[in-house]
């Protein structure tokens, strides 16, 4: 019986996971939709990480649409989102980062 290696996370999905927290933490909050479908689109093949990628995009998901469809008068999504948030959602994207980052045993 031969044991196979899991596949590999590709390059420019770990790219884009580790491109989530700084672009959240530089204050690109709302430019990071394009890292986090890259991760969502290259998390297809491996079934554990479907659920980092489904959660960094649902928390992606809720601060925008509270931000677009709340009374805010916020010019961005950076700005709109409070220490606290942006620290919460810069975790969650090194979570995933370092999720996808680990081999499969």
Same mark, same amino acid.
Request: hydrophobic share 60%; glycine share 4%.
């Given at each position: 019986? #031969? ?10 999905? !770990? ?5 989530? +927290? ?12 394009? +890292? ?7 998390? &297809? ?18 601060? !925008? #649409?509270?931000? !677009? ?8 999504? *950076?700005?709109?989102?409070? +220490?606290?948030? #942006?620290? !919460? ?10 999720? &996808? *980052?680990?081999?499969?045993?």
């Amino acid at each position: 019986m #031969t044991v196979t290696a899991p596949p590999r996370t590709p390059a420019a999905v !770990l790219v884009a996971a580790w491109a989530v +927290p700084v672009m959240v933490a530089g204050q690109f909050a709302f430019l990071a939709a394009v +890292p986090i479908a890259v991760v969502l689109i290259g998390s &297809l093949r491996r079934r554990a990480h479907r659920w980092w990628a489904a959660a960094v995009a649902a928390v992606y998901a809720v601060a !925008l #649409t509270s931000w !677009l469809a709340g009374p805010s008068t916020a010019p961005s999504l *950076s700005k709109y989102l409070s +220490p606290v948030a #942006t620290v !919460l959602f810069t975790a969650a994207g090194v979570a995933v980062a370092v999720a &996808l *980052s680990r081999r499969g045993r």
